[in-house]
């Protein structure tokens, strides 16, 4: 028996001998690793690694890992996916998708016997192949990733082996296919690590203790800002000035490297305590705050939203007129009632507009006015006028943005009746709010993205960066964009936007055709969603969103409408919601419905900054009642506002088809075919939510006359 084989066979799996260390024995040169994970198994014949470049080694250490690339490959998929097997067919695209069927299953069986060759020394075979599916037999394989994913709380070494690199950091580049999946595996052992370090860190009971878990948290994370707090912490409990100091410059320079950011509030302050000698004890460490809390931020300065901007709405200046006490108590009630709408959105913080326009009557003019409301602590200010000649109402608004570089951030103006006063208040502060909402949401990530200091905690500023990624629709961005969601809701686990937006990202990952694990991919976007309405009942966002999954992805329209209804009834100015559940009617059958929340959504936003999405949902209703032209039409203008977005083609393209047009059908088939290069009338009708059998026929139909292939 070699030294390998007996220390591997010393111990039952899972038991350790009391008062002995356990010293890990090298293989040809590659230290075995030394974690409490890493027990050994009586039947373990393979060891790999995967951590760093990809290795392989028999227990009489000889090496025997497969000598191409794509062989190394399938060698860690089989690894990672096990003990489930997976079918030939999602192997062969994994690492094949270039290639046409016949000539990718050619190079499946061609690699599984390398496979099996260099796998020879092993003795009985770890790798079990039928005619559809290949698996792996774990019991056989130690894999140090899937030692990582053993660790706990209480046992947090295994998470030691991630220092040895990126997983599969030598395999980059296979394939688009093999490069997605291997992005989503990274993330998978990234977020689960993450959450046992962050656990380990906060049972942390002592100084030593606390640094020890902090390093090892920022080791796997070096963004998690709250871990260099800790570290910052627990250097200054033990004694270590310079140490605590050196923590914060570097956690100064990867917020700046990596997000072009600053610490926040809390952590400059501990800095500064500690440059000041006054003791870090002074500042109280933040407990995780509920949705909608404000934080205490340092040196005295007014409170900062955690999770969103502080807004407040001033009163409307009246311009003269001959009813100017009825011009008055219009623009305080307008006032008021834009304040109660934006308050909805639960990402937005309102300042009470009594209270603020107390403060502002007290300073004086619009300048000091400004300056009330700084004081107040507001980063934005809704100002305007209003003006009466007769029956006709003119009012005009300016939203500020009162950080620097100060300037206007947006205005708009609105001319209307004066025949019934509350109706028009109405109306008016449900077009503003609807329109403003997403307005300072770009405003929010362009400050984010320029690199300005950030407004509030990291998980937010991430959840800003994605956003405006997403809708851009650019692949490249767009996966990055989910890197960011993803490490939003690692950062901030009870954040229910960060969740929401992350299911959303998914919704359209999948729409787009870009999800290649089909099943999992909707299961996480169920589990994301639900997640976020859980944290955040009152959310009517991640209401919707929840709706959208249900209705799209799971094709359970019926089930989708009772949570539109209820985020419409939290939230009746937001304009997802409208477009969202126009959605799941015409998916339903009941297209006139859908046109008239169509129509609600354009009424109350109709230059919205992702209208090429909600508008191109107008063409689903309109195929379905016949009305070609219009469709196409629709379908066309969407189209030019995001050419990326490939959802909007296909409802086009049936119409198209229906009317006849081949040459236009040619042009935008081929457009979409770029972006979604495996989509024909098969995958249209296994993917479309649509639950009338004479509506699915229609948009078959259509999509074949439009030349869409088959299947």
């Given at each position: 028996m070699t030294a390998a084989a007996g220390w591997l066979r010393a111990m039952p799996e899972g038991e350790a001998r009391p008062g002995t260390a356990v010293a890990p024995v090298p293989v040809d040169g590659r230290p075995a690793p030394s974690s409490a994970g890493d027990r050994p198994r009586p039947e373990i014949r393979l060891r790999l690694t995967l951590l760093g470049r990809v290795d392989a080694w028999s227990l009489t250490s000889q090496r025997v890992l497969p000598r191409t690339r794509k062989a190394r490959a399938l060698l860690a998929i089989l690894a990672l996916s096990g003990p489930q097997p997976v079918a030939r067919s999602r192997l062969a695209h994994l690492l094949w998708s270039r290639r046409g069927n016949e000539q990718a299953r050619g190079s499946l069986r061609q690699a599984l016997h390398e496979?099996?060759?260099?796998?020879?020394?092993v003795g009985l075979p770890v790798i079990v192949a039928s005619r559809t599916t290949v698996a792996m037999d774990l019991a056989a394989v130690w894999t140090d990733a899937r030692e990582v994913l053993r660790a706990t709380p209480e046992q947090p070494e295994p998470l030691d082996l991630l220092g040895a690199g990126e997983l599969l950091a030598d395999l980059d580049g296979l394939d688009d296919a093999f490069d997605q999946w291997l992005a989503e595996q990274r993330r998978r052992l990234r977020d689960a690590a993450l959450l046992v370090a962050?656990?380990?860190?906060?049972?942390?009971l002592d100084p030593e203790a606390s640094v020890a878990a902090a390093r090892r948290?920022?080791?796997?994370?070096?963004?998690?800002?709250?871990?260099?707090?800790?570290?910052?912490?627990?250097?200054?409990?033990?004694?270590?000035?310079?140490?605590?100091?050196?923590?914060?410059?570097?956690?100064?320079?990867?917020?700046a490297t990596r997000f072009q950011a600053r610490p926040s509030a809390e952590t400059e302050a501990l800095a500064q305590a500690l440059r000041e000698d006054a003791g870090v004890a002074q500042v109280a460490p933040s407990?995780?705050?509920?949705?909608?809390?404000?934080a205490p931020t340092a040196r005295g300065a007014p409170p900062a939203a955690l999770r969103g901007a502080r807004l407040g709405v001033l009163p409307l200046r009246v311009l003269g007129g001959t009813e100017e006490a009825e011009s008055e108590a219009l623009s305080i009630g307008l006032a008021e009632e834009i304040t109660a709408a934006l308050a909805r959105f639960r990402w937005l913080f309102l300042t009470d507009s009594a209270s603020l326009a107390a403060a502002a009557a007290r300073s004086g003019g619009p300048r000091?006015?400004?300056?009330a409301a700084r004081a107040l602590g507001l980063d934005l200010l809704l100002t305007g006028t209003l003006q009466r000649a007769g029956r006709r109402i003119r009012i005009g608004l300016t939203l500020l943005d009162l950080r620097p570089p100060e300037g206007v951030a947006w205005t708009q103006r609105f001319d209307r009746e004066a025949d019934d006063l509350l109706a028009l208040q109405d109306e008016i502060a449900a077009q503003v709010v609807a329109r403003i909402d997403p307005e300072i949401l770009l405003i929010e990530a362009g400050r984010v993205a320029a690199g300005r200091p950030p407004v509030n905690v990291p998980a937010y500023n991430l959840v800003l960066?994605?956003?405006?990624?997403?809708?851009?629709?650019?692949?490249?961005?767009?996966?990055?964009?989910?890197?960011?969601?993803?490490?939003a809701t690692s950062l901030d686990p009870d954040y229910a936007a960060a969740h929401a937006w992350l299911a959303y990202w998914h919704l359209l990952l999948i729409g787009q055709g870009w999800a290649r694990d089909g099943e999992e991919v909707l299961a996480r976007t169920e589990r994301l969603a639900v997640r976020a309405v859980a944290?955040?009942?009152?959310?009517?966002?991640?209401?919707?969103?929840?709706?959208?999954?249900?209705?799209?992805?799971?094709?359970?329209?019926?089930?989708?409408?009772?949570?539109?209804?209820?985020?419409?009834?939290?939230n009746p100015n937001l304009a997802m919601a409208w477009a969202f559940s126009a959605m799941a009617h015409s998916y339903a059958g009941d297209h006139a419905e859908a046109l008239a929340r169509m129509d609600r959504y354009r009424q109350l936003a109709p230059f919205h900054p992702f209208s090429f999405y909600y508008d191109g949902a107008r063409v689903i209703p309109?195929?379905?009642?016949r009305r070609h032209a219009e469709a196409a039409e629709h379908g066309r203008q969407a189209i030019e506002l995001q050419p990326n977005f490939s959802a909007n083609y296909k409802c086009t393209l049936a119409a198209l088809g229906h009317l006849g047009r081949r040459e236009a059908a040619a042009a935008l088939r081929a457009r979409l075919l770029a972006i979604e290069p495996d989509f024909t009338v098969a995958k249209a009708l296994r993917r479309a939510p649509v639950r009338r059998p004479e509506d699915r026929a229609h948009y078959a139909e259509g999509l074949r006359l439009a030349g869409v292939r088959e299947g």
């Amino acid at each position: 028996m070699t030294a390998a084989a007996g220390w591997l066979r010393a111990m039952p799996e899972g038991e350790a001998r009391p008062g002995t260390a356990v010293a890990p024995v090298p293989v040809d040169g590659r230290p075995a690793p030394s974690s409490a994970g890493d027990r050994p198994r009586p039947e373990i014949r393979l060891r790999l690694t995967l951590l760093g470049r990809v290795d392989a080694w028999s227990l009489t250490s000889q090496r025997v890992l497969p000598r191409t690339r794509k062989a190394r490959a399938l060698l860690a998929i089989l690894a990672l996916s096990g003990p489930q097997p997976v079918a030939r067919s999602r192997l062969a695209h994994l690492l094949w998708s270039r290639r046409g069927n016949e000539q990718a299953r050619g190079s499946l069986r061609q690699a599984l016997h390398e496979l099996h060759e260099s796998l020879r020394p092993v003795g009985l075979p770890v790798i079990v192949a039928s005619r559809t599916t290949v698996a792996m037999d774990l019991a056989a394989v130690w894999t140090d990733a899937r030692e990582v994913l053993r660790a706990t709380p209480e046992q947090p070494e295994p998470l030691d082996l991630l220092g040895a690199g990126e997983l599969l950091a030598d395999l980059d580049g296979l394939d688009d296919a093999f490069d997605q999946w291997l992005a989503e595996q990274r993330r998978r052992l990234r977020d689960a690590a993450l959450l046992v370090a962050t656990a380990r860190l906060a049972a942390a009971l002592d100084p030593e203790a606390s640094v020890a878990a902090a390093r090892r948290v920022l080791s796997i994370d070096a963004a998690q800002e709250g871990a260099w707090r800790a570290l910052i912490r627990a250097e200054a409990a033990r004694g270590d000035r310079a140490a605590a100091l050196a923590a914060y410059a570097d956690c100064r320079q990867i917020l700046a490297t990596r997000f072009q950011a600053r610490p926040s509030a809390e952590t400059e302050a501990l800095a500064q305590a500690l440059r000041e000698d006054a003791g870090v004890a002074q500042v109280a460490p933040s407990a995780p705050p509920p949705a909608g809390a404000a934080a205490p931020t340092a040196r005295g300065a007014p409170p900062a939203a955690l999770r969103g901007a502080r807004l407040g709405v001033l009163p409307l200046r009246v311009l003269g007129g001959t009813e100017e006490a009825e011009s008055e108590a219009l623009s305080i009630g307008l006032a008021e009632e834009i304040t109660a709408a934006l308050a909805r959105f639960r990402w937005l913080f309102l300042t009470d507009s009594a209270s603020l326009a107390a403060a502002a009557a007290r300073s004086g003019g619009p300048r000091e006015a400004q300056a009330a409301a700084r004081a107040l602590g507001l980063d934005l200010l809704l100002t305007g006028t209003l003006q009466r000649a007769g029956r006709r109402i003119r009012i005009g608004l300016t939203l500020l943005d009162l950080r620097p570089p100060e300037g206007v951030a947006w205005t708009q103006r609105f001319d209307r009746e004066a025949d019934d006063l509350l109706a028009l208040q109405d109306e008016i502060a449900a077009q503003v709010v609807a329109r403003i909402d997403p307005e300072i949401l770009l405003i929010e990530a362009g400050r984010v993205a320029a690199g300005r200091p950030p407004v509030n905690v990291p998980a937010y500023n991430l959840v800003l960066r994605a956003i405006p990624a997403l809708h851009r629709l650019d692949r490249s961005a767009f996966m990055a964009a989910g890197e960011w969601l993803a490490r939003a809701t690692s950062l901030d686990p009870d954040y229910a936007a960060a969740h929401a937006w992350l299911a959303y990202w998914h919704l359209l990952l999948i729409g787009q055709g870009w999800a290649r694990d089909g099943e999992e991919v909707l299961a996480r976007t169920e589990r994301l969603a639900v997640r976020a309405v859980a944290l955040d009942p009152q959310d009517a966002q991640a209401l919707t969103i929840c709706g959208h999954v249900r209705a799209f992805l799971h094709q359970r329209p019926e089930d989708a409408l009772a949570l539109h209804e209820r985020a419409l009834g939290l939230n009746p100015n937001l304009a997802m919601a409208w477009a969202f559940s126009a959605m799941a009617h015409s998916y339903a059958g009941d297209h006139a419905e859908a046109l008239a929340r169509m129509d609600r959504y354009r009424q109350l936003a109709p230059f919205h900054p992702f209208s090429f999405y909600y508008d191109g949902a107008r063409v689903i209703p309109l195929l379905f009642t016949r009305r070609h032209a219009e469709a196409a039409e629709h379908g066309r203008q969407a189209i030019e506002l995001q050419p990326n977005f490939s959802a909007n083609y296909k409802c086009t393209l049936a119409a198209l088809g229906h009317l006849g047009r081949r040459e236009a059908a040619a042009a935008l088939r081929a457009r979409l075919l770029a972006i979604e290069p495996d989509f024909t009338v098969a995958k249209a009708l296994r993917r479309a939510p649509v639950r009338r059998p004479e509506d699915r026929a229609h948009y078959a139909e259509g999509l074949r006359l439009a030349g869409v292939r088959e299947g």
